[in-house]
């Protein structure tokens, strides 16, 4: 759909749920201040919503509601990936004691699909649903190293590349780089570009020519993935991973 078919009272309304995610939730005349829009005409939306059941309505605060709990579920079923990948993602965990994840690309972000904490994993900011900037992740940059080249530099050139650390890659020529080298070797790697102290090994989950499906990846601390384990052990984990997966897919 172009912009020009849009339906404007659709778009706030999505506007407004997604403020909502993002402050937690919040009452009529906050959003009212948000959007510069009249407090009957929020509120309009917000029954709306009620009604149907996607937020809920707590001491004058608005959240959203669970339903969106069943559509979510049922949207990462549908994911093959998701389907074959999510064991491996356990045993990952497990075998690597840390964070492991799984991922994919959707509308030139990333998305966790399903993630896995192993015994010494360390709590982060990720969770099923959470978008991310694909060039300051390791799980990012194993998609965009493998997707067609006239799309991968068409969602560079439409990113401004933010700085998240001093590590963050943020010059396109230096990204795309990097990614030849993803592709050279066979997985990506985080060196501390997203979150300060966190490095990150990705494999990408590949389909065939030109297909990439998503990534797998295992996530933690500098100072428990040492050199050693970050340039050779979990990199042969990750791509063991994203091989077991490859083939459940494709047979």
Request: negative net charge; glycine residues 8%.
């Amino acid at each position: 759909m172009t912009a020009n078919n849009t339906v404007g009272a659709s778009e706030r309304t999505l506007r407004i749920l997604e403020c909502l995610e993002e402050n937690g939730g919040m009452g009529v005349s906050e959003l009212a201040a948000e959007f510069d829009l009249p407090k009957s005409t929020v509120h309009n939306h917000l029954d709306t919503l009620r009604r149907n059941e996607y937020v809920v309505k707590r001491d004058g605060i608005y959240k959203l509601g669970l339903r969106f709990l069943k559509l979510g579920a049922h949207a990462r079923t549908r994911k093959q990936v998701y389907e074959e990948g999510k064991a491996e993602v356990n045993e990952l965990a497990q075998k690597t004691g840390a964070l492991a994840n799984l991922a994919v690309e959707e509308y030139r972000e990333g998305v966790y699909l399903y993630l896995a904490q192993g015994d010494q994993a360390v709590e982060l900011d990720t969770y099923a649903g959470m978008r991310f900037s694909l060039h300051c992740t390791a799980l990012g940059k194993a998609i965009l190293a493998h997707l067609p080249e006239e799309r991968r530099r068409n969602i560079i050139a439409s990113h401004d590349l933010p700085r998240c650390t001093p590590n963050t890659i943020t010059d396109a020529e230096e990204l795309t780089e990097e990614l030849a080298t993803v592709r050279d070797q066979g997985f990506a790697q985080d060196r501390a570009e997203r979150l300060e102290g966190l490095r990150c090994v990705a494999a990408p989950i590949q389909g065939g020519t030109d297909s990439i499906l998503g990534a797998i990846s295992v996530s933690a601390p500098t100072s428990r993935m040492k050199d050693e384990q970050f340039n050779d052990k979990i990199p042969e984990e990750v791509l063991d991973a994203a091989n077991v997966i490859e083939l459940n897919i494709k047979f």
